[in-house]
């Protein structure tokens, strides 16, 4: 090893025995400094291993320091000082209280102690406030050791994650307003990775088992929905797992017995490599729009029943017109003990059935003519109780219970009893042992989602009248027809199968809706909705019949496009004592007028062939002659053929099929009138 010396010299003169001689004679002294060196060296060593740990500190863009054993910074590196905002070395020897009160030090204390005491190795998330601006820094701290393991500090790392954190927020908050929109829409919403595991559903995709979103999350769809389900959904999901769309539709059933109609679609997502992550689905409850389509698609065949039933009962009743007229013009020409009065009774009974049974096809195809009074439906329904009684025996027992206050409707009261009573009969078939019928009546009010639900409705006040029995029930798929005419449950010569269609009939053609609910062994609820009136009108009385039938001379205008009801109608107008005169339309009628001014009375179909129907004759014939009278007849009223203002009321109009003594009286009324 090399060793250093330090030496002082100086002239000493010759000595005896040498033979130097000066300058070559000194003398002086010399000191070892072999360990100065050394110190010296490892200082400057020391300061380079300095530098170059500052130099590498300051190019750190975390902030890094040092701390010793109370807490106080022995190091920084320029981020560090730059939080602070403050030079280094007023940094150095000073803690986080005194440099920075506002921070949390009770945290900061906590963890340094841990790492000084216990060395661990702590991490926490530290925030700091400058004035109004808020930095989040996130802090790492180790124990500093010495060689034999002591800890004599601590080193740590902060790194600024103010950016990370306002990211995270926005995030998180993005994330919050996705959920609450995806919460708040009326679709199911979730997301399956490739596992098959729930990644996100919104709380309505949850509520289809019952659960809430965030422990679905994570699942397996499996075990969510059950094997069964699952299996019913799997080829769908497996279509879309490899990166086809798919929709389809389900039947969900719950425990209650309830059941519901959804329509899903299943969406792949797609990575940047085209490969599937995940899927996406999306559903929707269609339970009510499928009921309105079924709705729709009964009323639509109603309807298209009740065009042909219309048809066919307005040429019914001209044909029964025909006949029931030549039965009385028959009768009135035998004598008292004629033979033949029997076969014409007969023949008068069975045209009285058949005008019966047009009456029902015609209430069903809601071209009917109508009287409309206002009514109080209590006390219409609490008059008839008596007679229920009568009709269906010891073994039914009637129970009525109506809302106070009950609003009026308009409607036809001689056509509301038959309902009541069609209903009741139904009931008691239903009840062959007995049981209870039980009659209601309340106020409801119909919104515009229901008004959405059967676009015949108008959205406001109703009365409901509810008919109740406890009998046998009927299936759904007899409840999905008992509206439609001829169709019966009842045994063969039992029923007509027509009164059910004449009680839809006339509540749709009173503005009315119609709900029925049945179950096998439970009974049948019967629902009457019926526009109420806030305000009763009065009611206007017929006019007395008199015993003998009235006469005249006048001369009337028959306006009639069936040739055999024309012919009718004139003779029995001439066997009144009356001139008549017959035409086939409008056009003719007016014509008519021209020619004959001696007319008094224009006795007209309301509905005509030619571009014109019975009222618009009667207002161009009145502009004619002022002092016209004007009578009505008709089966039924073509509703899309009369304008509002149009319909004729009762005391002008005879329906067919007539009898010759509803000519005389209303052709004699009108003409006194």
């Known amino acids: 090893m090399a060793e250093f010396y330090s030496a002082r010299g100086w002239e000493i003169p010759p000595l005896p025995w040498t033979n130097l001689s000066p300058p070559f004679s000194y003398r002086g002294t010399g000191t070892n400094i072999t360990k100065r060196k050394q110190a010296e060296e490892a200082e400057a060593a020391l300061r380079e291993q300095e530098i170059t740990f500052n130099a590498l500190m300051d190019s750190v863009t975390d902030e890094l320091f040092v701390k010793d054993t109370d807490g106080r910074y022995q190091s920084v590196n320029a981020e560090a000082a730059a939080l602070f905002a403050q030079p280094a070395e007023e940094i150095i020897g000073r803690t986080e209280a005194e440099l920075f009160p506002q921070i949390n030090t009770d945290l900061v204390n906590e963890t340094d102690r841990r790492v000084l005491d216990f060395g661990e190795i702590q991490t926490f998330e530290l925030e700091m406030k400058f004035g109004e601006i808020t930095r989040w820094i996130m802090v790492r701290k180790g124990p500093l050791r010495t060689a034999d393991g002591r800890i004599r500090g601590l080193v740590g790392v902060g790194r600024d994650i103010t950016d990370i954190k306002r990211a995270a927020e926005a995030l998180r908050q993005s994330e919050e307003r996705v959920r609450l929109i995806a919460d708040a829409l009326p679709v199911f919403i979730s997301y399956f990775d490739t596992d098959n595991c729930y990644q996100f559903v919104n709380e309505s995709y949850a509520s289809l088992y019952e659960r809430r979103a965030v422990e679905l999350i994570g699942q397996r769809v499996e075990a969510i929905v059950g094997s069964a389900r699952y299996e019913q959904i799997r080829p769908d999901m497996e279509r879309a797992l490899a990166g086809g769309d798919r929709s389809a539709e389900y039947k969900l059933s719950y425990p209650d017995g309830t059941t519901r109609d959804m329509e899903f679609i299943y969406i792949p997502h797609l990575g940047a490599g085209g490969g599937v ?34 048809g066919i009962a307005h040429d019914f009743n001209n044909l029964l017109a025909v006949i029931l007229g030549n039965a009385d013009l028959a009768m009135e020409e035998l004598g008292e003990g004629d033979s033949l009065k029997g076969y014409l009774d007969a023949l008068t009974r069975a045209a009285i059935r058949g005008a019966e049974l047009t009456s029902q096809l015609l209430a069903f195809s809601r071209k009917q003519t109508l009287r409309p009074r206002s009514i109080e439906i209590d006390a219409l329904a609490d008059g008839m109780l008596d007679f229920l009684r009568r009709t269906l025996g010891e073994t039914i027992e009637i129970q009525t219970k109506h809302e106070p206050g ?42 515009e989602d229901f008004a959405v639900t059967d676009p015949d409705i108008e959205a ?117 004592g009356y001139a008549a005169i017959g035409v086939a339309d409008g056009e003719a009628a007016l014509a008519a007028l021209r020619e004959h001014p001696d007319v008094a009375l224009l006795f007209s179909d309301v509905v005509l062939p030619g571009g014109m129907n019975g009222p618009e004759v009667a207002v161009e014939a009145r502009r004619m002659r002022p002092d016209l009278k004007v009578l009505f007849l008709s089966g039924y009223i073509e509703i899309a053929g009369i304008r509002a203002g149009q319909v004729p009321g009762d005391d002008e109009l005879v329906r067919k099929p007539f009898r010759v003594s509803d000519v005389a009286e209303k052709v004699r009324a009108a003409l006194d009138r």
């Open 277 to 310: 992550l995940g899927v996406y689905v999306m559903g929707t409850d269609v339970t009510e729009r499928k009921r309105a389509e079924e709705q729709l698609r009964q009323a639509q065949k109603m309807e298209a029943v009740g065009q042909l039933t219309g």
């Open 406 to 447: 009950l609003l009026h409707v308009e409607a036809d009261p001689g056509q509301l009893e038959n309902v009541i009573l069609n209903l009741a009969i139904n009931a008691r078939d239903a009840m062959p042992g007995g049981g209870v019928l039980a009659i209601a009546a309340s106020n409801i009010e119909i919104g």
């Open 460 to 576: 406001g006040p109703y009365v409901a009248l509810t008919v109740r029995d406890t009998g046998e029930g009927m299936p759904e798929e007899v409840v999905e027809h008992i509206f439609e005419p001829f169709y019966t449950n009842k045994g063969v010569g039992q029923g007509s199968g027509l009164g059910l269609s004449m009680v839809y009939g006339f509540i749709r053609q009173s503005g009315g809706h119609v709900e029925v609910e049945s179950e096998v062994g439970q009974g049948t609820t019967v629902k009457l909705y019926l526009p109420a009136v806030r305000k009763a009108k009065s009611d206007a009385k017929a006019p007395g019949r008199e015993k003998d039938r009235p006469r005249g001379g006048e001369t009337i205008l028959v306006v009639e496009d069936d040739d055999e009801v024309r012919m009718l109608a004139i003779d029995v107008l001439e066997g009144l």
